[in-house]
C-alpha cells in the first residue's frame, strides 16, 4: 500500500553525478530498512545500497566510494549520491522499502551514463 516515488534519474556522461531520491508515503518509515536496487537489460535485480532505520548502511563493491545512501525520517525519504559514474551503473534503479509482509518498490527511475 505504501507508495514509493523515485526521481533524479538521466542522462549523464562517464565520471558525472547524479542524485536519486525516494520519496515514501507511510507513515513508519523510519522503522523500515530502504534500499536501492538496479536491474539492467538482460541482468538480475541487484542490491546497490541499503540503510536500516538507525542508519546503519551497506553498499555492493561495485559502488564501494562512490555511492552513498542516506535518509530524511522526518520528510520520509531516502536519497543515493551518485559520484564517478562508469557506463555499467547503467541501470533501471529501483527504491525499495523492507517490510515484514513483503517488501514495496518504486516505479523505477532510468540511469543511464553514456558520452
Known amino acids: 500500500q505504501v507508495q514509493l516515488v523515485e526521481s533524479g534519474g538521466g542522462l549523464v556522461q562517464p565520471g558525472g553525478s547524479l542524485r536519486l531520491s525516494c520519496a515514501a508515503s507511510?507513515?513508519?518509515?523510519?522503522?523500515?530498512?530502504m534500499g536501492w536496487y538496479r536491474q539492467a537489460p538482460g541482468n538480475k535485480r541487484e542490491l546497490v545500497a541499503a540503510?536500516?532505520?538507525?542508519?546503519?548502511?551497506n553498499y555492493a563493491d561495485s559502488v564501494k566510494g562512490r555511492f552513498t545512501i542516506s535518509r530524511d525520517n522526518a520528510k520520509n525519504t531516502v536519497e543515493l549520491q551518485m559520484n564517478s559514474l562508469k557506463p555499467e551503473d547503467t541501470a533501471v534503479y529501483y527504491c525499495?522499502?523492507?517490510?515484514?509482509?513483503?517488501?514495496?518498490w518504486g516505479q523505477g527511475t532510468q540511469v543511464t551514463v553514456s558520452s
Open positions: 525499495n522499502q523492507k517490510r515484514p509482509w513483503g517488501d514495496s
Open positions: 507511510g507513515r513508519l518509515f523510519s522503522i523500515y530498512t
Open positions: 540503510i536500516t532505520s538507525n542508519g546503519s548502511t
